[in-house]
Structure formats: structure tokens, C-alpha cells
């Protein structure tokens, strides 16, 4: 194993230039030796050499087998863990949050990750238990994104909502169930605190109960929902552009 104990390997090289410019303790980067070298990789290897990252060429096949035979693109970042921030901290910010609720795939949460990034959220708030953690796979589908959002973990999400609540925002859930409304349609007093619910199940029935809101999104074709990264991403939007403008209502 190319990552030494109590460090990992993140890898991709928008996951590896994030991380680079985010604010993880850095160790090594490994390079697969013949890769070509273009002006991506050439900004990427200056920038670790600017930190003070040592680089190292390997075989192809070492960053392979490192990697499990992810797509690294020639490139992987030996780095510390995720550094998360506590709760508490998280509600000194101002501004929309992001709250996923138990969703499991990597894909999906790095995919929201990038979502919430670049729509400037104040932070994102994860279960500790029974839910993908950022791993280099969620860095990596981010591509880097989540290295400069603010992310924390609790114990249980009803007590998160109630203290997000208690902050001054508002807690909108997105539900496919017929008492949700149409998210274009509806009054949504901003701040807000989005909780998206995992892939499958939706949102949590106990969760619901401390929702001052149940959203859903129009589907006017054939298929019956979004998954919850695209719904989450869209959801997003929309709460930025009613910060945005100051308005509440269409």
C-alpha cells in the first residue's frame, strides 16, 4: 500500500488539484510513470511542488493496485483524513445548508458535494452512523468539491434539524409523497436547511415530522422521479436564486 497508516489516497486529478489547494496536511504525490504529461498535469505538479509536496514516479501498475483499480488518471495524493468541522461551528455561518439523510452512494454524495459547493452553501451536515463519509471515492466524484465545503457529522439528524431550526432556518425536505408541494410554487423563506433523503427510500419518516416544508419536483414526462443527486442539485438552485433575489414565492 502506497498510503501510509492514518493516511489515504486521494486520486483523479480535479480531486487531487482540490485537495492541494484545500486544507489537508499533505504528504506525497505519486505520479504513474509515462503518463503525458499535458498542461493540467503540468499546473498540478507545480502547485505540489509550491506546497512542498513531494512527488514521486511509480509504475502504472503500483497506482493501480493503490487505487483498486479506480480511475486515477496517473495521479494520487497521499493526504491526512477529511478534516470536518464540528456541528456547533457550522451553525455560525450564514446561509443555506445542505443535510443528507443516510444516502450511501459515494456517486450521489460527491455529486451533491460539487452541487453544494458551487452554489455557495454554508455547510453540509451528515449521520455519523449508516451513510457515506468522505472517502477518496466521494472526493473523487466531487472532483475535489467537497476539500472547500464546510461538512459535519452527528449522531442523530431529528436533534441537527431542530438546532438548525433554532438557528433561524427553515427546514425544507424533498419528498415524492402527496403532501409534498411543488418546490416553483411554494413559499420558502430563506435561510433554509435542504434535506435530501437517500437513494431509494426517500426521506426518513421520522425526519419528516421536523420538516416546516415537504417539496417535490415537477415531473411532467414519463419517468416518475430524479435520483436524489439531480434532485438535490436542482433543489439547490432554487434556494440560491430565492436568497439571490430576496424572495420567498415565485
Not at 21 to 30: A, C, D, K, S
Not at 166 to 189: K, Y
Not at 231 to 241: F, K, T, V
Amino acid at each position: 500500500m502506497l498510503a501510509r497508516t492514518g493516511r489515504e489516497l486521494i486520486f483523479g486529478r480535479n480531486a487531487v488539484m482540490e485537495t492541494l489547494r484545500g486544507r489537508r496536511e499533505l504528504e506525497r504525490l505519486f505520479v504513474a510513470e509515462g503518463v503525458r504529461e499535458d498542461e493540467r498535469l503540468r499546473g498540478l505538479l507545480a502547485l505540489a511542488a509550491e506546497r512542498g509536496v513531494e512527488i514521486d514516479r511509480i509504475p502504472r501498475l503500483m497506482l493501480d493496485d493503490a487505487t483498486r483499480g479506480a480511475n486515477h488518471q496517473g495521479v494520487a495524493l497521499e493526504v491526512e483524513p477529511y478534516r470536518y468541522v464540528p456541528f456547533d461551528t457550522l451553525l455560525e455561518h450564514v446561509g443555506t445548508m445542505l443535510v443528507l439523510d443516510h444516502l450511501q452512494d459515494p456517486q450521489n454524495v460527491g455529486t451533491l458535494f460539487r452541487a453544494a459547493e458551487a452554489a455557495g452553501v454554508a455547510g453540509v451536515v451528515l449521520p455519523a452512523d449508516r451513510a457515506a463519509d468522505v472517502t477518496p471515492a466521494v472526493v473523487n466524484a466531487s472532483a475535489g468539491a467537497v476539500e472547500h465545503l464546510r461538512v459535519a457529522t452527528v449522531p442523530n439528524l431529528a436533534r441537527a434539524l431542530e438546532a438548525l431550526k433554532g438557528s433561524g432556518r427553515w427546514v425544507v425536505g424533498l419528498d415524492a409523497g402527496p403532501t409534498a408541494t411543488n418546490l416553483f410554487d411554494t413559499d420558502i423563506p430563506t435561510p433554509a436547511a435542504l434535506v435530501v433523503g437517500a437513494e431509494g427510500s426517500g426521506l426518513g419518516t421520522n425526519l419528516r415530522k421536523y420538516c416546516d416544508l415537504l417539496l417535490a419536483l415537477p415531473m411532467l414526462g414519463r419517468i416518475e422521479s430524479l435520483n436524489a443527486a439531480t434532485a438535490g442539485a436542482i433543489a439547490l438552485y432554487e434556494l440560491l436564486r430565492r436568497e439571490g433575489d430576496g424572495t420567498t414565492t415565485n
